[in-house]
């Protein structure tokens, strides 16, 4: 009786001291999907000399041909992290938009007295009478690749000439053309590609 004990208390041993499977059965963790809402924009004018320039914030204006510019406080935040081109984040339950950037409180994108597309500066919620703040209509573009686009008063924009890139050829700022449309201006679609890259701490 001793022995036939003691072989069973042997196998019961046996058995906890056997590995035990530890193979991960989960579904892998897909992949963030990007916010249609979130997006960059180009100019669309066959033939002309603005076609595929990409809308640009400087100076509190917008540009073609003239470039981003930013600020990041370095010291502050990891500005290792941050990008350098121009992001937009449309708000679709006020038809309004904004400048996409890591600074607290938002940039908002209007568009100015003289009609110019302008945007607020950082850590401001003053936008310059009679300056209109909207509607713009935004639509995201396809998973097939086809482009969004965007409007404002559900009209197009204009580019008009503003001197000289230093480096390369001439530089142009946008206006609704809602608001003004001069004779030498260039009309252009903007058209928009869904963003997924990392946005600028602020724009200046």
């Not at 066959?46 to 917008?62: C, E, T």
């Not at 938009?97 to 007295?113: D, M, N, P, R, S």
């Not at 609704?176 to 030498?184: D, L, W």
């Amino acid at each position: 009786m001793l022995t036939k004990i003691a072989i069973l208390s042997a196998l019961a041993g046996l058995a906890a001291a056997a590995p035990t499977s530890t193979e991960c059965t989960s579904d892998p963790v897909p992949d963030p999907v990007p916010d249609p809402n979130v997006f960059s924009g180009f100019a669309s004018r066959s033939g002309s000399d603005i076609q595929g320039y990409s809308i640009n914030a400087r100076s509190q204006k917008f540009n073609l041909n003239n470039g981003t510019d930013t600020y990041c406080p370095e010291g502050i935040v990891d500005c290792s992290e941050a990008g350098n081109s121009t992001v937009f984040a449309f708000a679709p339950s006020t038809n309004t938009l904004y400048l996409k950037a890591a600074v607290a409180g938002g940039q908002q994108v209007f568009v100015a007295e003289d009609g110019s597309l302008s945007f607020k500066g950082a850590h401001s919620a003053y936008i310059p009478p009679p300056s209109v703040a909207g509607p713009f209509e935004y639509t995201p573009g396809l998973a097939d690749g086809t482009s969004g686009h965007l409007t404002f008063e559900n009209q197009s924009f204009t580019a008009c000439p503003a001197g000289k890139n230093p480096t390369n050829g001439t530089a142009y700022q946008i206006y609704a053309v809602s608001k003004t449309n001069p004779a030498n201006c260039t009309p252009f679609q903007l058209l928009t590609t869904v963003w997924e890259g990392a946005v600028p701490y602020q724009y200046i």
